[in-house]
């Protein structure tokens, strides 16, 4: 039995288990997605739904997205990035620490299916995998391909995979990948301002404002958020390029301190912006300035939640 | 009007920067008249929205200006606003914005020269950005008959 099936079975016992002692009313986890390459979020509420349950690595949404407000207790199954965006909510007081059990998955970095798909021009029909590989089939072809050279942008760079927080790990602890060192940024840095801007523009050139990211993004609990208040309207409801730069530099503003790269919104991105550009920008502002990265701890509070009487800001004169 | 006068949105603190401003023209210090002024309770009231808000309706320039870090009316919300202040100049200057055009500053009510310094610095700064172009929202073209 692969590392994939011995974590399916972890997590279907304990959900089980969980249901049946009544430590949770709700198990949040993925079942297999009625397309290829995809997992789909599930809900296992009694003990024989949780048979449905599965790990792969196409489960690339965050599934805190659905804790705030959701009142009982629930268990969350949850790789690293899920996992520190949970702790995340529970430090800012979006659901009670009591009501919440981490089913920790130790990842291995999700599959990228743009990237597959890159690699496989041909219409996929079906997806399986190993630990080390995904088997894609179609009409008249079958085709392997190492999950190493088709990982998420951001599972590439990952450097909490295990989620340590987690009330129970259901397998060994996963190697980190390497850490995000920001290098593209960085060069992008190097470039002049107006190439810069150029860069940014043509990243969102193609956003309809469906607001798919801000859905996915477990950080974005607001009940009213800015792009859909009217009085004052901060935002026009066209597609003016400008209104769509204020929406990105704005949610990458709220999500700052933050953010969990958890990729969730790059995932439900319709046309494939890399959204989480705008968002890196400030992960390294972030680290360099206040050396914090979110969700390691359940006591630490949000970098712009407090403050140091020497905070570093030559800029202001 | 061939020549630029650049446009600039001032955010002023009550507590200092507004008082250094009022000082300033109490003692006749002159300063250029190309700011409009919004005045908040504390800077820490300051939301990005706002700056980008007044970028988008063609602003020039924005200028924040509050008290000195331990000065604060309310004790840290400055400090707090220097947190956001930071994260935001980032990421305006790395998407490409001139940093001249976004600036900060902590003028206390005491300090009518710095502010009148300040100010000129400010205008003449954002007036060797030249109008802003690029970092604004594009005028509605409705083709709309005139109204007298």
Not at chain 1, 72 to 88: I, M, N, P, Q, T
Not at chain 1, 147 to 167: F, G, I, Q, W, Y
Not at chain 2, 30 to 55: H, Q, S, W
Request: hydrophobic share 35%; charged share 25%; proline share 7%.
């Amino acid at each position: 039995m692969g590392a994939l099936e011995t974590i399916t079975q972890k997590i279907q016992d304990k959900a089980k288990s969980l249901l049946e002692s009544g430590q949770a009313e709700v198990v949040i986890g993925y079942r297999k997605g009625s397309t290829p390459l995809v997992a789909a979020p599930y809900f296992a509420r009694t003990p024989s739904d949780c048979e449905n349950l599965i790990w792969s690595s196409f489960a690339k949404l965050n599934l805190a997205n659905y804790l705030p407000n959701r009142t009982g207790k629930v268990a969350l199954v949850a790789k690293g990035c899920d996992a520190r965006s949970a702790v995340g909510q529970v430090t800012e007081n979006q659901i009670p620490r009591d009501n919440l059990y981490l089913i920790g998955v130790p990842c291995s970095g999700l599959v990228d299916p743009a990237k597959v798909a890159a690699k496989e021009g041909r219409p996929i029909q079906k997806a399986t995998e190993t630990d080390e590989t995904i088997t894609v089939s179609g009409v008249g072809f079958e085709v392997e391909i190492k999950k190493a050279e088709v990982l998420r942008r951001n599972c590439e760079v990952c450097s909490h995979r295990s989620p340590t927080m987690a009330d129970e790990l259901t397998g060994p602890e996963a190697p980190a990948a390497k850490p995000d060192d920001f290098a593209d940024i960085k060069a992008l840095l190097a470039k002049s301002p107006s190439e810069r801007l150029d860069y940014f523009q043509d990243l969102i050139k193609d956003c309809l404002r469906c607001y798919a990211c801000r859905n996915a993004c477990p950080l974005c609990y607001c009940p009213v958020c800015f792009v859909d208040e009217t009085r004052p309207q901060w935002l026009g409801k066209s597609t003016d390029p400008m209104d769509t730069m204020t929406f990105h530099l704005l949610r990458a503003l709220h999500c700052a301190g933050r953010c969990t790269a958890c990729g969730a919104c790059e995932t439900a991105c319709p046309v494939n912006i890399k959204v989480r550009e705008f968002n890196r920008v400030l992960d390294k502002a972030v680290q360099e300035n206040w050396s914090y990265e979110p969700g390691l701890t359940w006591e630490q509070k949000p970098p712009l939640t407090v403050y140091q009487p020497n905070d570093p800001a030559d800029f202001i004169k | 009007m061939s020549e630029f006068e650049p446009k600039v949105v001032a955010f002023f603190c009550n507590w200092c920067t507004y008082g250094a401003a009022d000082l300033a023209g109490v003692s006749r210090l002159d300063y250029p008249p190309n700011f409009r002024v919004v005045r908040l309770p504390c800077t820490g009231r300051l939301n990005p929205k706002f700056i980008m808000e007044a970028f988008k309706r063609g602003a020039d320039g924005v200028w924040v200006s509050g008290c000195h870090p331990g000065d604060c009316h309310y004790i840290a919300g400055n400090y707090y606003a220097r947190r956001k202040f930071v994260l935001l100049h980032t990421l305006l200057e790395t998407i490409g914005v001139d940093p001249n055009r976004l600036r900060f500053s902590w003028i206390s009510s005491a300090e009518a020269n710095k502010f009148q310094a300040m100010a000129r610095d400010v205008v003449e700064s954002v007036r060797a950005c030249g109008p802003n172009l690029t970092f604004r929202k594009a005028p509605l073209a409705l083709d709309l008959p005139e109204v007298a």
